[in-house]
């Protein structure tokens, strides 16, 4: 048996969520079009004969603004020395950003396995992959340059192969039915927020948390009751819209995706608070579940 840890590293938005998704088979990352969607290091398990590799999605390594920022970056960093193997997420220009660079410079150095993955191929031509590719592979660092496409799946099986030959053996760390390694009440909760990172805009998203207050289990039926906070009295207004409308669409679409993973029928309820500057509150950050408490 083969079995290990693999961090998967990179800027916001370049697809690390999706990626882990396609990998595991299953939704145990949030996915949106907006950067820092990923707060949390969340972990998915794939398995196979002889073969289990435990991934580690990161949040986006990103120029802090506020506390929050800080502890996702501070995450994503520890997971460098917490891991058998990296992959290191790009989306496709050859000329690597400030963002990009600051994350080589991290990792450059490391002895762990280090593998470049250019992502979203699907958009690129192949003129403008080779470049890519090349820009990468001519810097003597990785142990393998891949082009995936995690959307669509391409080139997946061959990246979970290559990682399968630097895996050492080991035990499987989890049943080989196991996907995720999170409570119910935590993929919850991502749900809910993902559906208001897609109902919401600009500003708001980020300033929103969701703390599950109330999860009872009943025959055939789940209550859950979740609060959302917010930072401001207007982005309140903002979330439950006129006549509560938005608040209800943000509902309805969390308890149809939550019926869909607990198998049961879910009633679920949502308030929506105010906390002002939470991103910038340790205690904050810690009762949320964003960084470990002092």
Not at 65 to 94: E, H, R, Y
Not at 204 to 209: L, Q
Not at 264 to 282: H, M, P, Q, Y
Request: with cysteine.
């Amino acid at each position: 048996m083969r079995s290990g840890f693999v961090g998967i590293i990179g800027r916001p938005n370049v697809g690390k969520s999706t990626l882990m998704n396609c990998i595991v088979g299953e939704k145990v990352a949030i996915t949106t079009d907006k950067p820092q969607t990923t707060r949390n290091t969340i972990r998915g398990i794939y398995t196979r004969e002889g073969l289990q590799i435990v991934f580690i999605d990161t949040p986006g390594i990103h120029k802090a603004k506020n506390k929050l920022g800080q502890a996702m970056t501070q995450a994503a960093i520890n997971t460098f020395k917490q891991v058998d193997a990296l992959l290191f997420l790009v989306d496709g220009s050859p000329e690597r950003g400030t963002g990009d660079t600051y994350i080589f410079n991290m990792i450059k150095d490391l002895d762990t396995p280090k593998f470049l993955v250019i992502n979203k191929i699907d958009k690129m031509d192949p003129d403008e992959f080779k470049k890519t590719f090349d820009s990468y592979e001519a810097l003597g660092v990785f142990d393998k340059v891949l082009g995936v496409s995690a959307l669509t799946g391409k080139n997946v099986e061959e990246l979970i192969d290559e990682l399968a030959g630097v895996m050492e053996e080991g035990p499987m760390y989890f049943p080989e039915d196991m996907f995720a390694d999170y409570p119910e009440r935590f993929l919850v909760s991502e749900i809910i927020r993902e559906k208001l990172l897609n109902y919401l805009a600009e500003e708001v998203p980020h300033g929103v948390a969701v703390e599950i207050e109330e999860y009872r289990e009943e025959e055939g039926l789940t209550s859950i009751g979740a609060v959302i906070y917010c930072e401001k009295k207007s982005h309140k207004g903002i979330i439950i819209g006129r006549e509560g409308r938005k608040l209800k669409g943000i509902g309805k679409a969390a308890r149809t995706e939550i019926e869909g993973l607990l198998g049961t029928k879910v009633f679920l309820r949502l308030w929506v608070k105010i906390k002002e500057n939470w991103r910038d509150s340790d205690v904050a950050i810690a009762n949320f579940g964003y960084k470990d408490q002092e």
